[in-house]
């Protein structure tokens, strides 16, 4: 099982960037997949998160500047940033779930698969 997250970069403020997570090694179709993302010195802190059907929900520090979205054919999951803030930068992680697991969407340890992380730099 195996999720590779890419995308991340160096932007200025007030930019845009897009992530990606390519899952592999089994099927995530029926899953929630997750972003994540932990700036040095903090803890890891929920962005987002897409139910299989679409349906989605996403952080208080992200709301109207992130979107994320899915492909359940391609078991690919985006995260389209806006008007990033130099607070931004962080590694963002994609993550995986069982959607029947009766467990906190927005806590990290609730999610069973991780990506590597991919770096988000915002300089001011």
């Known amino acids: 099982v195996q999720l590779q997250a890419s995308g991340g970069g160096l932007v200025q403020a007030g930019g845009s960037l897009r992530l990606s997570c390519a899952a592999s090694g089994r099927t995530f179709s029926t899953d929630i997949l997750a972003w994540f993302r932990q700036a040095p010195g903090k803890e890891r802190e929920f962005v987002a998160a897409?139910?299989?059907?679409?349906?989605?929900t996403l952080g208080d520090s992200v709301k109207g500047r992130f979107t994320t979205s899915r492909d359940n054919i391609k078991n690919t999951v985006s995260l389209q940033m806006t008007s990033l803030k130099p607070e931004d930068t962080a590694v963002y992680y994609c993550?995986?779930?069982?959607?029947?697991?009766?467990?906190?969407?927005?806590?990290?340890?609730?999610?069973?698969?991780w990506g590597q992380g991919t770096l988000v730099t915002v300089s001011s």
């Open positions: 897409i139910m299989w059907t679409g349906s989605s």
């Open positions: 993550a995986a779930r069982s959607a029947g697991a009766i467990r906190p969407l927005t806590t990290a340890r609730s999610y069973d698969y």
